[in-house]
Nanobody
Framework: QVKLVESGGGLVQPGGSLRLSCEAS????????TSWYRQSPGQQRVLVAS???????VYADSMQARFTISRDNAKNTAYLQVNSLKPEDTGVYYC??????????WGQGTQVTVSS
């Protein structure tokens, strides 16, 4: 079992930046991939970026320019740095992990609102 707690969301003006955090606890040794997803109002949840334990990253095509995913294995924490925020970045950002044994876990999400 893995528990995920996201933090760092909030209200930010267009052009601003945020760093989201996802802290994992429990059976963290078995985590293989950590990902961030976004669910904007009225839309499906979509992948933003993923990072493996070895640091290999994958980004959704539209996200690569302004989003940076990273992972601190010593702190069991993953991060998503988002720059030059736009109103369309508004949504709930979820942390997701997949384990080597095929299990998948989700956090409760953190709300990001981009508005002037």
């Amino acid at each position: 079992q893995v528990k995920l707690v996201e933090s760092g969301g909030g209200l930010v003006q267009p052009g601003g930046s945020l760093r989201l955090s996802c802290e994992a606890s429990g059976n963290v040794r078995n985590i293989y991939t950590t990902s961030w997803y976004r669910q904007s109002p009225g839309q499906q949840r979509v992948l933003v970026a993923s990072v493996t334990g070895g640091g290999r990253t994958v980004y959704a095509d539209s996200m690569q320019a302004r989003f940076t995913i990273s992972r601190d294995n010593a702190k069991n924490t993953a991060y998503l740095q988002v720059n030059s925020l736009k109103p369309e970045d508004t949504g709930v950002y979820y942390c997701n992990v997949k384990t080597g044994s095929g299990y998948e876990y989700w956090g409760q999400g953190t709300q990001v609102t981009v508005s002037s």
